[in-house]
């Protein structure tokens, strides 16, 4: 039995019911995370022994002293930090001179820096051993900034299409979108380098298309991405609906999902709920998104920064839906087989087995 701690301020679906597999599958698990964090509640009642844990910054002196009395106990091998930097820097600081396994996780190729201290202090740290790249994209990242294969992992972040099938897919219409509009929507955290400026030019590229709608959900993030949006409203169908805690569901109503990043796109949690939904992608080939999306197979992949040619992957759908649906039906089944959550709790496991034999 392989004791393991987690370590997070934020827990989304996959990394829940990755934890909550874990324990009692040849693992003893115990949590320590953000009581304001909306998974808090589940996790107390759950199987986990969970206790709260407050990361106020990247070098919490309570938060280091709490997470330092969990390692000096002798009760844990793996300490695994999920999510974002604080729990990682915390738990490098909180862990000198004592044995336990650190795991961290990366979700995104970019953003590092070997001049940077901060980035010594949390996926250049020689104490970790093993960095969880959430895809090859990030692991190849991390290679190339120096940090050596031997502490590197790729193990995608998985999810279950029957999470998605048993909720029922919500309708459009509630925003304005007519039934017969074909939906091409966008789920995101709305800023430059996710390309929505390069979504709106596309598709004003489109015009002889009417039923044609966009839909963003997401916050924006930086004034201009909002100035965007509102001229193109002003002219042309767009729906953005801000900040939804059912933006999955809602996903599963659109035609296409787009995701046309710039750059340092690790693999967008977004387009694989739409996918598993049934939903073609038209994704840009950056990051790990042509590890998730095979292009003509399951949607299409463009170059980024490119208008035109995104317009081109969302028009080859819109104009053949044959194809569109059964690029859909492919990618449903490639969750289903390449990014099931199962896999994900067993890779998770062997990585400790090697780490602690």
């Not at 709260?52 to 390692?71: D, E, F, P, V």
């Not at 502490?151 to 897919?169: C, F, M, N, P, V």
């Not at 304005?176 to 509009?181: F, R, S």
Request: aromatic content about 6%; charged content about 20%.
């Amino acid at each position: 039995m392989i004791r393991v701690c987690f370590i997070a301020e934020q827990l989304d679906r996959p990394e829940l019911i990755l934890i909550q597999n874990l324990q009692g599958s040849e693992c003893e698990v115990e949590l320590l995370l953000d009581p304001d964090d909306a998974a808090f509640a589940t996790m107390q009642a759950s199987a986990v022994h969970t206790e709260a844990l407050k990361l106020s910054g990247r070098y919490s002196w309570s938060a280091m002293k709490q997470i330092r009395a969990k390692l000096k106990s002798g009760r844990f091998e793996v300490v695994h930090c999920l999510r974002n930097n604080r729990p990682v820097s915390n738990t490098v600081v909180a862990s000198i001179g004592l044995s336990t396994k650190l795991v961290a996780y990366r979700g995104t190729a970019g953003n590092l820096s070997r001049l940077d201290p901060a980035s010594w202090m949390t996926y250049f740290n020689p104490r970790l051993s093993k960095v969880v790249c959430v895809s090859d994209a990030v692991r190849k990242y991390l290679l190339g900034m120096g940090v050596p294969n031997s502490r590197l992992i790729t193990i995608y972040k998985g999810h279950d299409t029957a999470w998605y099938q048993s909720e029922k897919t919500a309708s459009l219409k509630e925003f304005g979108i007519p039934e017969d509009a074909f939906v091409v929507g966008m789920v995101a955290n709305l800023r430059e380098l996710k390309g929505v400026d390069t979504l709106l030019a596309a598709a004003k590229l489109l015009p002889e298309i009417p039923k044609v709608h966009i839909c963003l959900i997401g916050n924006v993030q930086e004034p201009e991405i909002g100035v965007l949006i509102d001229q193109y409203a002003g002219k042309h169908p767009l729906h953005w609906l801000g900040f939804r805690t059912d933006a999955s569901q809602l996903s599963g109503a659109f035609h296409i999902m787009v995701m046309p990043s710039k750059r340092r796109e690790g693999l967008p949690r977004a387009v694989i709920e739409a996918m598993s939904q049934g939903v073609p992608a038209v994704v840009t080939s950056v990051g790990g998104m042509p590890e998730l999306v095979q292009n003509r197979v399951h949607g299409r992949v463009v170059e980024p920064n490119n208008p035109q040619a995104l317009a081109t992957g969302i028009r080859s759908l819109i104009e053949n839906p044959t194809f569109a649906v059964e690029c859909g039906l492919r990618a449903q089944a490639r969750i289903e087989e390449e990014f099931n959550i199962q896999n994900t709790v067993e890779q998770t496991l062997a990585m400790y087995q090697s780490i602690c034999s």
